[in-house]
């Protein structure tokens, strides 16, 4: 032995040490049970394989039948479906086609309408038509018995000139007699001689003083009786004037009232009231029944007072 082959021989006999210890420290560790199945000759090892195989072969068949088996449920499923598909796809189109008849059937009855409506109106538009040329002949005559007719008018026409002229004439003699008329009127009022018996006259108005008593919508009336109404003060000449008629110390009604609307004063006229001649602390409603009718003292003061009260009055109307 070389020394060479020595070292060799010593290594093969250290690696197999080695090994046979590795082994009997895995022996210590592996259980004991899967040391028996590992502890196999090649026969049992091969005949381990066939069995393996087996199994595998069993386990793919059972999952092959088991997914064979879900893809033809699957398959009836869409075969179900597809049926129903189809179902439903044949009813619609029936209803579709009935619906389509129906239509149809109405579009063809509306067309009838029309057509006979359209015949009628071709019919109407002949029936103008022939009118029309039956016309030619005798509108013609017709048009122009209307421009003698219009050629007849010429000769009224002075006669209507004529009468214009007399209507103008009889307007200016309206308007003349207008104007006298205003003329008489305003020297009726110069003069105003037409005022009654026993009325007082100033400035173109006539008053008249009561020498009895009455409540103010009774001496109203009397007034109206007379064409005439309650005094009614639109001057400090005039106030004056009715003042220096009153004797002592009566009072007479005046034509103002707030009976409508307390503290609304208003003239039987209908004028605003705007000058006042009111006593001091006048008008102030006093008593149960308010003051709502205007007395004149002589002195030219007014003072609210009861409506329904008797009292003298001065009745007025223009000359
Ligand atoms: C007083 C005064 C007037 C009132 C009368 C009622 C005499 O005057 O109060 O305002 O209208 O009384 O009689
Ligand atoms: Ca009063």
Same mark, same amino acid.
């Given at each position: 032995m070389s020394q060479s082959e020595g070292a060799v021989g010593t290594y093969k006999k250290w690696d197999f040490d080695a090994r046979m210890e590795v082994e009997k420290q895995d022996r210590r560790k592996v259980p004991k049970g899967v040391l028996s199945l590992l502890a196999f000759s090649p026969e049992r090892a091969i005949? =381990? =394989?066939?069995?393996?195989?087996?199994?595998?072969?069993?386990?793919?068949?059972?999952?092959?039948?088991?997914?064979?088996?879900?893809?033809?449920?699957?398959?009836?499923?869409?075969?179900?479906?597809? @049926?129903?598909?189809?179902?439903?796809?044949?009813?619609?189109?029936?209803? =579709?086609?009935?619906?389509?008849h129906a239509l149809d059937q109405q579009l063809s009855a509306e067309l009838e309408v029309i057509h006979s409506r359209l015949l009628n109106v071709s019919r109407e538009v002949e029936n103008a038509r022939w009118k029309m040329t039956q016309c030619k002949a005798g509108c013609g005559k017709e048009l122009s018995d209307r421009v003698r007719v219009l050629e007849e008018r010429d000769t009224l026409e002075p006669v209507l000139r004529q009468l214009a002229e007399v209507k103008q004439e009889q307007s200016r003699a309206s308007a003349l007699l207008d104007a006298a008329l205003?003329? @008489?009127?305003?020297?009726?009022?110069?003069?105003?001689?037409?005022?009654? $018996?026993? #009325?007082?006259?100033? $400035? %173109?108005?006539?008053?008249?003083?009561?020498? @009895?008593? %009455?409540? #103010?919508?009774? /001496?109203? &009336? *009397?007034? /109206?009786?007379?064409?005439?109404?309650?005094?009614?003060? &639109?001057?400090?000449?005039?106030? %004056? *004037?009715?003042?220096?008629?009153?004797?002592?110390?009566?009072? *007479? #009604?005046?034509? =103002?009232?707030? $009976?409508? %609307?307390?503290?609304? #004063?208003q003239w039987v006229d209908g004028r605003s009231l705007s000058l006042t001649f009111w006593n001091s602390g006048e008008p102030n409603n006093v008593g149960h029944h308010g003051e709502d009718c205007v007395t004149i003292y002589s002195s030219g003061h007014w003072n609210d007072a009861t409506c329904s009260n008797s009292e003298a009055w001065i009745c007025e109307r223009s000359c």
């Open positions: 005949t =381990l =394989l066939y069995v393996l195989l087996a199994l595998a072969f069993v386990l793919f068949t059972t999952l092959a039948i088991v997914n064979l088996q879900r893809v033809s449920a699957a398959w009836e499923a869409l075969e179900q479906a597809r @049926t129903r598909s189809e179902n439903s796809h044949a009813t619609a189109w029936h209803n =579709l086609s009935e619906v389509q205003e003329g @008489t009127r305003n020297l009726s009022e110069i003069l105003c001689t037409s005022c009654p $018996a026993g #009325w007082q006259q100033f $400035a %173109k108005t006539c008053y008249f003083f009561s020498d @009895t008593t %009455k409540p #103010w919508p009774s /001496a109203a &009336d *009397f007034c /109206a009786g007379f064409n005439a109404h309650l005094a009614v003060i &639109d001057s400090e000449q005039e106030n %004056k *004037f009715l003042a220096n008629h009153i004797m002592g110390n009566r009072v *007479f #009604w005046l034509g =103002l009232t707030d $009976a409508h %609307k307390e503290g609304d #004063w």
